[in-house]
């Protein structure tokens, strides 16, 4: 089993939809989660970060964390072409190692 | 300049070549980071350097080798690659402190052919 699943999509949504995206993980001790968005022929960006459970939101863009259920998603409100691109989520142990796993990402097309 | 600045941008080498990739970072954080980006796949770390240590990878070729002289500059050095080599190869730097998160280039892309 992978540390962290993400479907790769593609995910086609109309401009103004609320968007979904999701993680699942198997390791109950990640205790910081995040959200790195990254355009076509650029490095991620750091979108969202979250640590332990709970929802924090930022603009357009909720995240949400539910360690009991090992699942944390994004949320994209009122979603832009603009907000095209691939999404990756991010998890890993606050104890100063080098223990952050990327998921795979998914490819979000937003279609004006 | 402001970031993580990486060059090239895109190479093409053949197998027998030896060629570098070029990481700077002007934030001032304390390590730097090789991760490779293949279609499809999550970010695989290759190289850590961190307060002047290494920390490696052990299932990175040693047809890859990296070179950090400063908390600024980071190198990978490229001989006899392999086809399948051809990615992304971020670079990305942080401060560390535990559950830091990182700031990346915009990458090499890199062709073995």
């Known amino acids: 089993q992978k540390e962290v699943e993400q479907d790769p999509g593609p995910l086609s949504v109309p401009e103004g939809a609320i968007v979904s995206l999701n993680c699942t993980y198997s390791n109950s001790a990640f205790q910081y989660f995040m959200w790195y968005r990254q355009y076509s022929r650029k490095g991620p960006e750091l979108l969202m970060y979250t640590y332990s459970s709970g929802n924090k939101e930022d603009g357009r863009f909720t995240a949400q964390v539910d360690k009991s259920s090992k699942y944390i998603s994004l949320f994209i409100r009122d979603s832009q072409p603009s907000d095209s691109a691939t999404y990756l989520c991010a998890m890993g142990l606050d104890t100063g190692g080098f223990k952050t796993i990327f998921g795979a990402g998914t490819r979000l097309f937003v279609k004006a | 300049e402001t970031g993580v600045t990486q060059t090239p941008r895109h190479l093409v080498m053949g197998m027998t070549n030896k060629k570098s990739l070029k990481c700077e970072q002007h934030?001032?954080?304390?390590?730097m980071y090789w991760y490779k980006q293949s279609a499809k796949k999550p970010l695989e770390l290759m190289f850590v350097y961190s307060l002047e240590e290494r920390v490696e990878n052990n299932s990175v070729p040693s047809r890859f080798s990296p070179e950090c002289p400063n908390s600024s500059h980071l190198f990978l050095h490229l001989h006899t690659l392999q086809p399948e080599d051809s990615a992304l190869y971020l670079c990305?730097?942080?401060?560390?402190?535990?559950?830091?998160?990182?700031?990346f280039g915009s990458g090499t892309r890199l062709t073995v052919v």
């Open positions: 990305a730097s942080s401060q560390r402190g535990g559950g830091e998160s990182y700031t």
């Open positions: 934030l001032g954080h304390n390590a």
